[in-house]
């Protein structure tokens, strides 16, 4: 299970860094999707790591401003988030969406969820 922290209140500008921690199994080869749901809303699918780390996407809405990073040895996937917005608020998840690297539908693929961390973007 895949679990999420380092959520907090921020003021629109700031930034934070994410963590994904996998416990009882390796995060590797999986690849790893971090995913956010804000109040409601649908969950939407941030951005994706292949299992080397190579590889990455990200949606529209963050692209330029967060980074997707991991390191196998810790078992651990990283979201640092720059330049957020009010409509950053959300809570935050992370799953595998594959092996080895994200497919194209990576956004439904989400597996493994564990318990989310929440962003609260405000002044």
């Known amino acids: 299970q895949l679990q999420a922290s380092g959520g907090g209140l921020v003021q629109p500008g700031g930034s934070l860094k994410l963590s994904c921690v996998a416990s009882g199994s390796p995060v590797h080869p999986y690849a790893i999707g971090w995913f956010r749901q804000a109040p409601g809303k649908e969950r939407e699918g941030v951005s994706c790591v292949g299992s080397s780390g190579g590889s990455t996407t990200y949606s529209d809405s963050v692209k330029g401003r967060f980074a997707i990073s991991r390191d196998n040895s810790k078992n651990t996937v990283w979201l640092q988030m720059s330049s957020l917005k009010l409509e950053d608020t959300a809570l935050y998840y992370c799953?595998?969406?594959?092996?080895?690297?994200?497919?194209?539908?990576?956004?439904?693929?989400?597996?493994?969820w564990g318990q989310g961390t929440l962003v609260t973007v405000s002044s």
């Open positions: 799953a595998t969406v594959g092996n080895l690297w994200c497919p194209t539908d990576w956004q439904t693929q989400g597996r493994s």
